[in-house]
Protein backbone atom coordinates (compact mmCIF):
# COMPACT_ATOMS: atom_id res chain seq x y z
CA UNK A 1 0.00 0.00 0.00
CA UNK A 2 1.30 3.77 -0.78
CA UNK A 3 0.24 6.73 1.04
CA UNK A 4 0.33 10.03 -0.34
CA UNK A 5 0.69 13.32 1.08
CA UNK A 6 -0.12 16.63 -1.15
CA UNK A 7 1.05 20.01 -0.29
CA UNK A 8 1.15 23.25 -1.69
CA UNK A 9 -2.77 24.27 -3.17
CA UNK A 10 -3.77 28.04 -2.38
CA UNK A 11 -5.10 30.84 -3.80
CA UNK A 12 -2.92 32.65 -6.62
CA UNK A 13 -4.30 35.72 -9.06
CA UNK A 14 -4.94 35.01 -12.57
CA UNK A 15 -1.14 34.20 -14.84
CA UNK A 16 0.56 33.41 -10.90
CA UNK A 17 2.10 30.33 -10.39
CA UNK A 18 2.25 27.58 -7.78
CA UNK A 19 3.78 24.37 -7.38
CA UNK A 20 2.57 21.46 -5.77
CA UNK A 21 4.42 18.28 -4.04
CA UNK A 22 3.39 14.72 -3.61
CA UNK A 23 5.28 12.61 -1.30
CA UNK A 24 4.85 8.60 -1.35
CA UNK A 25 5.37 6.18 1.26
CA UNK A 26 5.34 3.05 2.25
CA UNK A 27 5.28 0.01 -0.78
CA UNK A 28 6.60 2.53 -3.08
CA UNK A 29 8.11 -0.68 -5.10
CA UNK A 30 4.80 -1.73 -6.39
CA UNK A 31 4.35 1.58 -8.87
CA UNK A 32 5.75 2.34 -11.46
CA UNK A 33 3.59 6.08 -12.50
CA UNK A 34 2.54 8.73 -10.85
CA UNK A 35 0.32 11.71 -11.96
CA UNK A 36 -2.25 14.67 -10.58
CA UNK A 37 -5.52 15.24 -11.33
CA UNK A 38 -7.97 17.98 -10.86
CA UNK A 39 -11.66 17.91 -10.29
CA UNK A 40 -13.23 21.34 -10.67
CA UNK A 41 -16.32 22.16 -8.85
CA UNK A 42 -19.40 20.45 -10.30
CA UNK A 43 -17.06 18.44 -13.10
CA UNK A 44 -15.74 14.74 -13.01
CA UNK A 45 -12.07 14.34 -11.98
CA UNK A 46 -9.97 14.89 -14.87
CA UNK A 47 -6.60 13.56 -15.39
CA UNK A 48 -3.57 16.95 -15.53
CA UNK A 49 -0.19 15.38 -15.87
CA UNK A 50 1.36 12.01 -15.31
CA UNK A 51 4.78 10.93 -15.30
CA UNK A 52 6.45 7.13 -15.22
CA UNK A 53 9.64 5.79 -13.53
CA UNK A 54 12.06 6.18 -16.42
CA UNK A 55 11.01 9.80 -16.33
CA UNK A 56 7.80 9.93 -19.40
CA UNK A 57 5.47 12.40 -18.70
CA UNK A 58 1.97 13.10 -20.56
CA UNK A 59 -0.28 16.36 -20.58
CA UNK A 60 -3.68 17.11 -20.79
CA UNK A 61 -4.36 19.58 -23.93
CA UNK A 62 -5.65 21.99 -21.50
CA UNK A 63 -2.37 22.04 -19.69
CA UNK A 64 0.38 21.96 -22.13
CA UNK A 65 2.97 24.61 -22.19
CA UNK A 66 1.63 26.20 -18.59
CA UNK A 67 2.21 22.68 -16.07
CA UNK A 68 5.10 20.83 -15.57
CA UNK A 69 5.42 17.20 -14.01
CA UNK A 70 8.53 16.30 -12.24
CA UNK A 71 10.31 13.98 -9.85
CA UNK A 72 12.75 13.62 -7.47
CA UNK A 73 12.87 9.74 -6.92
CA UNK A 74 15.66 10.75 -3.69
CA UNK A 75 12.72 12.00 -2.18
CA UNK A 76 9.76 9.83 -3.49
CA UNK A 77 7.95 13.32 -4.35
CA UNK A 78 6.48 14.52 -7.51
CA UNK A 79 5.80 17.80 -8.68
CA UNK A 80 3.57 19.63 -10.40
CA UNK A 81 4.56 23.50 -11.29
CA UNK A 82 1.43 25.18 -12.47
CA UNK A 83 2.53 28.34 -14.15
CA UNK A 84 -0.04 31.17 -15.82
CA UNK A 85 -2.44 29.93 -14.03
CA UNK A 86 -6.41 30.84 -14.94
CA UNK A 87 -9.49 30.91 -13.59
CA UNK A 88 -10.68 27.55 -14.90
CA UNK A 89 -8.15 26.14 -13.22
CA UNK A 90 -9.70 26.10 -10.09
CA UNK A 91 -10.12 22.50 -8.49
CA UNK A 92 -8.87 20.37 -6.01
CA UNK A 93 -5.56 18.53 -7.08
CA UNK A 94 -5.26 15.38 -6.52
CA UNK A 95 -2.34 13.06 -6.35
CA UNK A 96 -1.99 9.53 -8.00
CA UNK A 97 0.23 6.33 -7.73
CA UNK A 98 -0.03 3.24 -9.80
CA UNK A 99 0.88 1.23 -12.65
CA UNK A 100 1.09 1.87 -16.45
CA UNK A 101 0.99 -0.56 -19.29
CA UNK A 102 2.55 -1.52 -22.44
CA UNK A 103 -0.80 -0.90 -23.86
CA UNK A 104 -0.47 3.15 -22.15
CA UNK A 105 -3.17 2.45 -19.84
CA UNK A 106 -2.95 3.15 -16.09
CA UNK A 107 -4.09 1.77 -12.84
CA UNK A 108 -4.05 4.16 -10.57
CA UNK A 109 -4.92 2.42 -7.16
CA UNK A 110 -3.34 5.00 -4.28
CA UNK A 111 -4.78 8.81 -3.96
CA UNK A 112 -3.56 11.34 -1.69
CA UNK A 113 -6.25 13.91 0.29
CA UNK A 114 -6.35 16.63 -2.50
CA UNK A 115 -5.15 20.39 -1.97
CA UNK A 116 -7.38 22.82 -3.06
CA UNK A 117 -6.22 25.36 -5.79
CA UNK A 118 -8.03 28.30 -6.43
CA UNK A 119 -7.33 31.23 -9.12
CA UNK A 120 -9.00 34.37 -8.83
CA UNK A 121 -8.10 38.65 -8.86
Known amino acids: QVQLVESGGGLVQPGGSLRLSCAAS????????MGWYHRAPGKQRELVAT???????RYADSVKGRFTISRDNAKSTVYLQMNSLKPEDTAVYYC???????????????WGQGTQVTVSS
Open 96 to 110: AAGRTYASGSYNFNS
Open 26 to 33: GSIGDINV
Open 51 to 57: ITNSGRT
